[in-house]
């Protein structure tokens, strides 16, 4: 079975740090997406960024970087110079690579950035 | 702004009330999603239409009734709801229904039901 392991249920960080958020998923097929989602307290659900499995490079977007590391099946999320709107519950999701097949969310770990 | 709209925002109804949640989007995508988000729960798939056709109930109680009339508009019908379905329910579109496409979220209903 497919699933999403987040282990910190809460980090602080002060502005300007860098954070990482831990990420392990288990799944048996060779092909799918990992995806980092931000959810503010308003509750919406923002994509941050995306990686697939057959990705070489570690994806980046802006601020955020996704560390994939294959064999220890992780997907940590670096976010770099954190900000006070970085203040949210960020999940960690998976999919394999099938029409139409839903998203695997992890638990969520809460970030809080302090000035 | 993501392009997937949710209304209501927030809903609060009895147990023997008839409502329903909408969501569109307007990014032309072919498969939609609804999610329930529960307090300290992860997120857990509700169905899935791709091109109009359910292709998942995730074993959803049949209080739940989903409705796609065409790929841009999603509802969820909810009648003779229990209290422990107060949750944060989600939408999201997805272009091509292909994993590997972001899945993109509206902002929620909060449901509460009394």
């Known amino acids: 079975a497919q699933k999403i392991t987040q282990t910190q249920p809460g980090m602080f960080v002060q502005e300007k740090e860098a954070v990482t958020l831990d990420c392990t998923y288990d799944?048996?097929?060779?092909?799918?997406?990992l995806f980092w989602y931000k959810q503010p307290s308003s509750g919406e659900m923002i994509f941050l960024i995306y990686?697939?499995?057959?990705?070489?490079q570690n994806a980046t977007e802006g601020r955020y970087s996704l560390n994939f590391q294959k064999a220890r099946k992780s997907a940590n999320l670096v976010i770099s110079a954190s900000q006070l709107g970085d203040s949210a519950m960020y999940f960690c999701?998976?999919?394999?690579?099938?029409?139409?097949?839903?998203?695997?969310f992890g638990k969520g770990t809460t970030l809080s950035v302090s000035s | 702004e993501t392009g997937v709209t949710q209304t209501p925002r927030h809903l609060v109804m009895g147990m023997t009330n008839k409502k329903s949640l909408k969501c569109e989007q307007h990014?032309?995508?072919?498969?939609m999603y609804w999610y329930k988000q529960s307090a300290k729960k992860p997120l857990e798939l509700m169905f899935v239409?791709?091109?109009?056709?359910?292709?998942e109930n995730n074993s959803v109680p049949s209080r739940f009734s989903p409705e796609c009339p065409n790929s841009s508009h999603l509802f969820l019908h909810l009648h003779t709801l229990q209290p422990e379905d107060s949750a944060l329910y989600l939408c999201?579109?997805?272009?091509?229904?292909?994993?590997?496409?972001?899945?993109?979220f509206g902002p929620g209903t909060r449901l509460t039901v009394l």
């Open positions: 999701a998976m999919s394999p690579n099938q029409a139409g097949t839903a998203l695997i």
């Open positions: 799944t048996s097929d060779p092909s799918y997406g």
């Open positions: 990686q697939g499995s057959y990705d070489q």
């Open positions: 990014l032309g995508h072919n498969a």
């Open positions: 239409y791709n091109f109009k056709e359910q292709t």
């Open positions: 999201a579109s997805q272009a091509g229904g292909q994993g590997s496409d972001t899945q993109y």
